[in-house]
Nanobody, 115 residues
Framework: QVRLAESGGGLVQPGGSLRLSCVAS????????VGWYRQAPGKQRDLVAG???????NYEDSVKGRFTISRDNAKNTVYLQMNSLKPEDTAVYYC?????????WGQGTQVTVSS
């Protein structure tokens, strides 16, 4: 069974950092593109960062220069390093990969940026 599991969320002050992890089981993460999405209360779920099979990264404009997506193939894990966090980054963060007809999502991890 294919499963994605996110971790690393929490409460952080503005200007702080967090590193989110997305661990895959049941598939080889290296051969799939992976995206990090976020959903704030009352808003739609949006893509914030993606990494291709060839490790090309792309970012939503509001996180460019602050967030970094990366892979550790040995751990079958994709990370999202988030620096200089702002209150508007508060959301549930999900990872998704293009496995299956509708893709495969993790369960999400809450990130709260507040003083």
């Amino acid at each position: 069974q294919v499963r994605l599991a996110e971790s690393g969320g929490g409460l952080v002050q503005p200007g702080g950092s967090l590193r989110l992890s997305c661990v895959a089981s049941g598939l080889d993460f290296r051969v799939f593109p992976v995206g990090w999405y976020r959903q704030a209360p009352g808003k739609q779920r949006d893509l914030v960062a993606g990494i291709s099979r060839g490790d090309t990264a792309n970012y939503e404009d509001s996180v460019k220069g602050r967030f970094t997506i990366s892979r550790d193939n040995a751990k079958n894990t994709v990370y999202l390093q988030m620096n200089s966090l702002k209150p508007e980054d508060t959301a549930v963060y999900y990872c998704k990969t293009d496995y299956g007809p509708a893709g495969t999502w993790g369960q999400g991890t809450q990130v709260t940026v507040s003083s």
